[in-house]
């Protein structure tokens, strides 16, 4: 029992033996069953990525898009029709590179 565990973990079946389709078939049987929620998976949104809680990368184009003067409610309200959540952001601070040109903005929101 000890020795087929060992072998098992670590993967010691040669191809074409059973032991080693079985393994196969559980790995596709987690992958294609696995809830996303496990891996707390975040929607893919274009021009702008999800960093952490409230925190977000927006391309410079994104920000570029709106008018100065109404930026912050209506990026707010795209990253709330992109995520599903309500986020009302509260600044938008450029990130500039070493030749100081900017390469995106962080966003935060309550």
Do not use: N
Request: net charge positive.
């Amino acid at each position: 029992m000890r020795a087929g565990l060992k072998r098992l973990i670590l993967w010691d079946y040669p191809r074409g033996v059973w032991q080693y389709d079985v393994m196969c078939g559980v790995i596709l049987v987690f992958i294609a069953f696995t809830p996303k929620a496990w891996f707390r998976d975040q929607p893919r949104i274009q021009h702008a990525s999800q960093i952490s809680e409230g925190v977000f990368w927006l391309e410079p184009e994104l920000v570029a898009s709106f008018p100065e003067a109404q930026r912050l409610p209506a990026l707010g309200r795209f990253l709330t029709e992109r995520t599903g959540k309500k986020l009302v952001l509260t600044r938008v601070e450029p990130i500039f590179d070493s030749e100081k040109e900017i390469k995106g903005y962080m966003a935060f929101s309550q």
